[in-house]
Structures are given as C-alpha cells and as structure tokens.
C-alpha cells in the first residue's frame, strides 16, 4: 500500500491515493459526507478503492476537516442550528463546486495524472457536488458515482427538527439542488451508479430510485444491506478501520470505476 499524498489544491485540501502503478494514471474525484466520515482523510480510509487503478484525490468540503475553525465542527453546527439550508447546506455545495475547477487544474500540475476525463464520487452532501459538477459543468467525465447522496435537498432538510420555513430564496435553492430534475443532463455527461443503503434514510432511499430511473440506461441502483447513512463510526474525522459496510461500498464502487477507466496507454 503506498502512503496516502496530503496537501492543498488551490486551498481545497486533499488526500490523495496513487495507483499501484507508477506513471501517469486517471484521476477520480471525491467529496465527503457531514455524517461519518466527515474529512477527506477520514473518507479516504473508509473508500479508498485500492484496487483501481486510478489516482483517488479525496477533496476536503469546506468547514470540515483541515478546513475546520479552531479545530472543531462547533461552527458548522451552529451555521446548521441557524439555518440548515441557506446558511449551511447550500453554502457548502455551492462553495465546493465553485472551487472545483482551479482545485483540478492545481491536482493536475501536482500529480502525475493523465489529462483525459475524470471520474467523480460523493457521499451524501458530497453527493451533491458530484451531481452537481456533473451538471453544471462541462469538465469531460469518464464516470460517476454517489453513495447515499443528497439528490434532492428539501429531503435532507426534513432530516432536521422542526418545518423548514421556505420562502421565494429557498425555494429556488431547493429547485436547484433537485438533481432528479437535472436528470437528463447527468445522463448525457457520464454513466452514474447510485448506492444506496438499505438502511440509510426512507426518502433518501426514494430520491435514490428517483434519480436511477430518470437518469435511465446510463444509471445503475445497488442497495447495501445493512448500511445505514454513515461510512464510519464516530467521530469521523480521523482515518479509522474500514467498516463491515463500506468495504462492500468500496468494492461495488471499485468494480464500476475499473470497468470505466481507459485502458492503460488508450486514450480517449
């Protein structure tokens, strides 16, 4: 096993893990849950796709791990407490797509890795930058992957305590951030699998077949029996042992990424 690669893509931080194979390789993306595990290291450890190979560069979302104020997840909680979707959820999916793209051209002036289409991977919140990079972004994708994703985020709001007061500003948020909608353009830009736990939340489990079947051909559903909507236990921050659950998310998530990948010297 070769040691994982720290450091920062155009403030973005990430761990990387390289190929067992030197030389220039594909890049796979990832972006982390708020639940466990809840940092790039931590998401690495719990998925970190051994057998494929590609370079995984597992990005850090903002206020979460290195990207943490005085070391703690306290001022994230508390932008949750305030307002769970403008000032939290939104702000952060926004935040992570938007500084994507310098994040990938600084991974790609960092490491050896090949200049041809990208592979993507979220989990939960991340899920919705996966998504949300597929579909609005022109960045060339080899292929796609989500693991109990935020598809459509007025169901992660009612996750939280209490009615959410929407108004005119949320709404459209929460119009945006419905990817069930934006279906069509996720299936022209790369085959999507969408893992969903048996376990995890009912109406994340709906929106998961919602997506699958609106996507069409170019989506695949697998349930995980027995995952609940966590990867890792708590706290979540640091890498920990890879649970039961994820290694069978790990494996499915292997399995269609190699099967993606340009075979190695074919360029597409």
Not at 36 to 42: E, L, N
Not at 174 to 203: C, N, W, Y
């Amino acid at each position: 096993m070769h040691s994982p690669v720290t450091g920062t893509a155009a403030g973005v931080p990430f761990t990387a893990l390289p190929p067992a194979s030197p030389g220039p390789a594909p890049l796979i993306v990832t972006w982390h849950m708020l639940d466990a595990p809840r940092s790039d290291a931590a998401f690495a450890a719990a998925l970190p796709m051994s057998d494929v190979p590609a370079w995984r560069v597992h990005l850090g979302m903002p206020m979460c791990g290195a990207r943490m104020v005085d070391g703690s997840m306290d001022i994230g909680l508390e932008l949750l407490r305030e307002d769970v979707l403008m000032s939290a959820l939104w702000p952060f999916v926004r935040q992570a797509t938007e500084e994507f793209p310098a994040a990938l051209a600084s991974i790609r002036a960092q490491l050896p890795v090949e200049d041809g289409p990208i592979g993507v991977l979220g989990g939960s919140l991340g899920g919705a930058v996966a998504l949300r990079v597929l579909a609005h972004t022109e960045i060339p994708m080899l292929a796609a992957a989500v693991v109990n994703a935020a598809v459509r985020i007025r169901s992660v709001v009612s996750l939280f305590p209490g009615d959410y007061p929407y108004d005119a500003e949320s709404e459209k948020v929460a119009d945006d951030l419905d990817f069930v909608t934006k279906a069509g353009v996720i299936a022209e830009r790369a085959p999507l699998l969408v893992v969903s736990g048996e376990q995890d939340h009912p109406a994340l489990r709906a929106d998961a077949r919602d997506l699958t079947a609106a996507v069409g051909a170019r989506a695949e559903l697998v349930a995980i029996p027995g995952l609940a909507h966590p990867l890792a236990d708590e706290p979540g921050i640091e890498p920990a042992p890879q649970l039961p659950q994820a290694r069978a998310v790990d494996a499915r998530l292997s399995t269609w990424f190699r099967r993606h990948l340009p075979e190695p010297g074919r360029h597409h």
